[in-house]
């Protein structure tokens, strides 16, 4: 490798680039390159570039659901920073949106249109193309309103659109999505008073700020809700681990499925604390928590 061999492309390219300032968890080692393409073109050239030196490409949204091992990543990070990939536009009851755009600007301009569907996302970090990634929820699931998305295949380049009928979202499951590149999505939403709108986005956020610990690093839910049992934050309490710290990574006080960076924490601080739940939670339960956030 590296910086020769690289395609010239006009959005910023980083070597070396240390990871802590691209999560919401604020940890992990550096990058090999992290590049941020403005177009599909160059898009594809990093993708293409990243095959030839049998690197492995890994998209990075907002990294609000990701935790970055301390030994960094060798690969290549793809971040779709370019304006192209965060336009928004909104024609009648639909809005056509970049992967790169924030969540929050959609959910909050469709609430000052007077478009009902994703106000239940408030409050949720992040870009479109990680939600969709993620299928995020919180009073509803992004997949409630998608209609269709736009997507690169990471192997040949082709692109094409995904429709509704082809979607097999499952709980945090999108295997149908993992061999693309999420561009752009299609939201269907439906008209609905801005007043009624504003005041139910408002009560959202207040229950979230009670019920998590926003404010503080985290990645959002650790461990995914097992199957046809408690949710996973109902064991972890039960177990009194809440405030439990290894390092400087803490089970969180106000909400168990939380793990918070209190000060300059490791990603190992973090993933000890994860294994000592799991085998806990395991131990006297006998149910197996598997994570939610990706391991990188
Ligand atoms: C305080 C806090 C509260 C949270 N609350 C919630 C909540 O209520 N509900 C909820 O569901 N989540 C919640 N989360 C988790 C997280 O915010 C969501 O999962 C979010 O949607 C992830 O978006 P992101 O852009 O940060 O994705 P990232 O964390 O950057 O990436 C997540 C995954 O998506 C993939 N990805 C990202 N963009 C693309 C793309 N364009 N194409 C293909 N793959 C892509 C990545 O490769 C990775 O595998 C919370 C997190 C925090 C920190």
Not at 90 to 112: D, P
Not at 154 to 176: A, C, N, S, W
Not at 180 to 192: G, N
Not at 241 to 251: C, E, N, R, T
Request: with cysteine; net charge positive; aromatic share 8%.
């Amino acid at each position: 490798m590296i910086a020769g061999a690289f395609p010239k492309i006009k959005g910023r390219i980083l070597f070396d680039e240390p990871l802590s300032g691209h999560t919401t968890f604020r940890v992990g080692g550096s990058c090999r390159v992290w590049t941020e393409p403005s177009s599909e073109g160059e898009l594809l050239e990093i993708l293409r570039y990243a095959r030839t030196e049998k690197k492995k490409a890994f998209i990075i949204g907002k990294g609000s659901n990701i935790l970055f091992r301390d030994k960094g990543f060798g690969g290549v990070l793809i971040h779709l920073a370019g304006a192209h990939f965060k336009k928004i536009k909104f024609s009648g009851e639909k809005v056509r949106t970049g992967a790169g755009a924030a969540l929050a600007r959609v959910v909050n301009m469709a609430c000052e249109k007077g478009l009902s569907g994703i106000e239940g996302l408030v409050g949720i970090p992040g870009t479109v193309g990680g939600a969709i990634f993620m299928n995020s929820s919180y009073r509803g699931s992004i997949s409630d309103s998608l209609e269709e998305v736009k997507v690169m295949d990471r192997k040949t380049g082709d692109m094409r659109i995904i429709k509704r009928k082809e979607f097999i979202f499952g709980y945090r499951d999108t295997g149908f999505l993992h061999d693309y590149v999420i561009l752009e999505a299609t939201l269907k939403l439906q008209k609905q008073k801005k007043t009624v709108l504003l005041a139910r986005k408002k009560i959202f956020l207040e229950t979230k700020k009670k019920e998590q610990p926003i404010g503080f690093f985290s990645a959002g839910c650790i461990f995914k809700n097992p199957k046809r049992a408690f949710p996973a934050a109902r064991y972890i309490d039960e177990l009194r681990l809440k405030g439990k710290k290894i390092g400087g990574a803490q089970i969180s006080e106000k909400h168990a499925n939380f793990i918070v960076n209190l000060k300059d924490a490791k990603g190992s601080d973090i993933l000890r604390l994860m294994k000592l739940v799991t085998r806990r939670v395991k131990m006297r339960f006998g149910v197996k928590l598997e994570p939610e956030i990706k391991i990188v």
